[in-house]
């Protein structure tokens, strides 16, 4: 087998979740129309995350009439798609939203030889806002005058760190590899491609490997040299229709099982996965899907109850479910999971998975949900809790990992957040915030302050405050009359106030504190409290 990287598409939403929270959906339901637009012209896609679409050139490209054509149908579907699903979520409110959300909802189409050259030609079609093609055989020339700090930028594509690193998927991770090679003076991925791979194995591990293909052009994962393991193809017939859903996402978890298990056994991990569904009435639903470092059996069935829920929504097939085939496409060499000295993964948070899922299988899985981001201005909102099988405990998501300190929310509070978030008004204590006279402070339209904060009442305690910093003023859905939000943010440092003590000298510096007050419709409210 030659070690070629393939020829790829790749379509990338850099801020998906931010576009799909604002027109009240989850990233995955509302991600679903884009890519049934693209498989209506590349019957099998890889979804790697919501916001990321990967599909090889070979086939598509012939049929239409070369890359340039597809580069051009396929962001010409993503478009329309883009436009649809807002349009059909809220009416002309949300085309309004829309209009609003215009940065969020810009996406890319990049076609390259390897994930990683698309990847950035997708970054360039986003800034120019249509496709960018990079002629064949020319990537590892094109590549070599891209910046290193564009493996942020396609995380979500070319995946985790390095395969068996716990944790590797997080953008910090990146971040700091990126910042050591600019500080080594290897700010492009030619400067990179120059030095020798056992140098960067020295350096950075398993990932050293993995930066010099992607420097050079190629694909992460070499062709597996020796013999391949016996081929494993796991299917499972059932005896009549399922109706369920859950019927067949438990049915399969055993298959999952023994699949990975067979394969860990070779000693190699499945990257690239083809599930098939198919009803009582032939009706099938096939959809290939891509983990970097390789598939765990609850990223299985992870992948599974996706596509299950997308085929149920928006095909409705008219029968049960009879069949399902899990067919591994790419294998990679299984290098492990090795614990980190000092943080990463432990025997606690292994032992805390495996008893989340045995609660979860036997009351539901309603009854465990795991926190997930979802981006707000308003700290509160910035976190949602959602069903634990939305998620692989074992690992999430490069698209879950937010790195909270780059701040994606114009007006979000910045890095770092606070410990003690009030959930709604109900559960704020009663504040008031007022100036040297006593009286409440006011702001008014343009944000100007009536006095500076003196002292701050909650219930029936006293605050002297002691610096503030602010207004910060957050306008929401300004669009909606119904929705539309107008408040401000105060920030504020405080000490607790001690009538009957004389020495003011010997004021109890623990009793300082930090805090969000916000006004809104008149009122103040306590919004946060730092540690």
């Given at each position: 087998?030659?070690?070629?990287?393939?020829?790829?598409?790749?379509?990338?939403?850099?801020?998906?979740?931010?576009?799909?929270?604002?027109?009240?959906?989850?990233?995955?339901?509302?991600?679903?129309?884009?890519?049934?637009?693209?498989?209506?012209?590349?019957?099998?896609?890889?979804?790697?995350?919501?916001?990321?679409?990967?599909?090889?050139?070979?086939?598509?490209?012939?049929?239409?009439?070369?890359?340039?054509?597809?580069?051009?149908?396929?962001?010409?579907?993503?478009?329309?798609?883009?436009?649809?699903?807002?349009?059909?979520?809220?009416?002309?409110?949300?085309?309004?939203?829309?209009?609003?959300?215009?940065?969020?909802?810009?996406?890319?189409?990049?076609?390259?030889?390897?994930?990683?050259?698309?990847?950035?030609?997708?970054?360039?079609?986003?800034?120019?806002?249509?496709?960018?093609?990079?002629?064949?055989?020319?990537?590892?020339?094109?590549?070599?005058?891209?910046?290193?700090?564009?493996?942020?930028?396609?995380?979500?594509?070319?995946?985790?760190?390095?395969?068996?690193?716990?944790?590797?998927?997080?953008?910090?991770?990146?971040?700091?590899?990126?910042?050591?090679?600019?500080?080594?003076?290897?700010?492009?991925?030619?400067?990179?491609?120059?030095?020798?791979?056992?140098?960067?194995?020295?350096?950075?591990?398993?990932?050293?490997?993995?930066?010099?293909?992607?420097?050079?052009?190629?694909?992460?994962?070499?062709?597996?040299?020796?013999?391949?393991?016996?081929?494993?193809?796991?299917?499972?017939?059932?005896?009549?229709?399922?109706?369920?859903?859950?019927?067949?996402?438990?049915?399969?978890?055993?298959?999952?099982?023994?699949?990975?298990?067979?394969?860990?056994?070779?000693?190699?991990?499945?990257?690239?996965?083809?599930?098939?569904?198919?009803?009582?009435?032939?009706?099938?639903?096939?959809?290939?899907?891509?983990?970097?470092?390789?598939?765990?059996?609850?990223?299985?069935?992870?992948?599974?109850?996706?596509?299950?829920?997308?085929?149920?929504?928006?095909?409705?097939?008219?029968?049960?479910?009879?069949?399902?085939?899990?067919?591994?496409?790419?294998?990679?060499?299984?290098?492990?999971?090795?614990?980190?000295?000092w943080g990463g993964e432990r025997d606690g948070d292994r032992h805390a998975q495996r008893a989340v899922r045995r609660v979860a299988d036997m009351?539901?899985?309603?009854?465990?949900?795991?926190?997930?981001?979802?981006?707000?201005?308003?700290?509160?909102?910035?976190?949602?809790?959602?069903?634990?099988?939305?998620?692989?405990?074992?690992?999430?998501?490069?698209?879950?990992?937010?790195?909270?300190?780059?701040?994606?929310?114009?007006?979000?509070?910045?890095?770092?957040?606070?410990?003690?978030?009030?959930?709604?008004?109900?559960?704020?204590?009663?504040?008031?915030?007022?100036?040297?006279?006593?009286?409440?402070?006011?702001?008014?339209?343009?944000?100007?302050?009536?006095?500076?904060?003196?002292?701050?009442?909650?219930?029936?305690?006293?605050?002297?405050?002691?610096?503030?910093?602010?207004?910060w003023p957050v306008e929401e859905r300004w669009w909606d009359a119904r929705r539309a939000r107008r408040a401000v943010r105060l920030q504020l440092?405080?000490?607790?106030?001690?009538?009957?003590?004389?020495?003011?000298?010997?004021?109890?510096?623990?009793?300082?504190?930090?805090?969000?007050?916000?006004?809104?419709?008149?009122?103040?409210?306590?919004?946060?409290?730092?540690?």
């Open positions: 087998m030659l070690d070629t990287p393939t020829r790829v598409v790749v379509v990338q939403f850099p801020h998906w979740s931010s576009f799909a929270f604002a027109l009240g959906r989850s990233a995955r339901s509302a991600f679903e129309p884009i890519v049934r637009a693209v498989v209506a012209h590349a019957p099998l896609v890889e979804v790697t995350a919501p916001g990321v679409i990967v599909f090889a050139t070979r086939g598509p490209s012939r049929y239409v009439g070369g890359d340039e054509s597809l580069a051009a149908l396929v962001h010409s579907a993503v478009g329309d798609a883009v436009r649809a699903t807002a349009g059909d979520t809220a009416g002309a409110t949300i085309g309004s939203a829309f209009d609003a959300q215009r940065s969020h909802a810009a996406f890319g189409v990049g076609i390259a030889d390897g994930r990683l050259a698309a990847g950035i030609a997708s970054q360039h079609a986003l800034r120019a806002s249509e496709p960018v093609v990079v002629p064949a055989n020319e990537s590892s020339r094109w590549l070599a005058t891209a910046p290193v700090r564009s493996l942020v930028d396609c995380v979500e594509v070319i995946g985790a760190v390095g395969a068996g690193v716990p944790g590797a998927d997080d953008v910090a991770s990146y971040r700091d590899v990126v910042s050591l090679l600019e500080r080594l003076g290897l700010y492009r991925f030619g400067d990179v491609a120059a030095l020798d791979e056992s140098h960067l194995v020295a350096r950075f591990g398993a990932f050293g490997r993995d930066l010099s293909r992607l420097s050079r052009g190629l694909d992460r994962h070499p062709p597996l040299v020796g013999e391949p393991p016996p081929d494993r193809v796991c299917l499972l017939q059932f005896d009549g229709p399922v109706e369920s859903r859950d019927t067949v996402v438990n049915a399969v978890e055993e298959l999952a099982s023994q699949l990975v298990d067979h394969l860990g056994a070779q000693g190699v991990a499945m990257v690239r996965l083809h599930v098939v569904i198919e009803s009582d009435h032939g009706e099938r639903s096939e959809r290939m899907w891509y983990r970097s470092e390789g598939f765990s059996a609850r990223a299985v069935i992870e992948s599974l109850r996706w596509q299950l829920d997308a085929w149920i929504l928006h095909d409705a097939p008219t029968s049960g479910v009879v069949m399902v085939r899990l067919s591994p496409e790419q294998l990679i060499v299984n290098a492990g999971r090795q614990s980190a000295l009351n539901g899985a309603d009854s465990v949900t795991v926190p997930a981001w979802r981006g707000d201005r308003d700290p509160a909102r910035m976190f949602q809790f959602v069903r634990s099988d939305a998620v692989d405990l074992e690992r999430r998501t490069a698209g879950d990992a937010v790195d909270l300190a780059t701040g994606e929310w114009r007006g979000a509070l910045p890095s770092p957040a606070p410990s003690l978030v009030f959930d709604s008004t109900d559960d704020a204590p009663k504040v008031r915030v007022l100036d040297s006279l006593g009286r409440a402070v006011a702001i008014d339209a343009r944000h100007a302050m009536s006095a500076d904060p003196a002292c701050v009442c909650i219930d029936d305690d006293t605050y002297d405050v002691v610096a503030w910093a602010g207004p440092l405080v000490r607790q106030r001690h009538g009957e003590r004389s020495d003011t000298s010997k004021t109890d510096a623990s009793a300082s504190r930090a805090m969000v007050a916000v006004l809104e419709r008149r009122t103040w409210r306590l919004a946060a409290i730092y540690a």
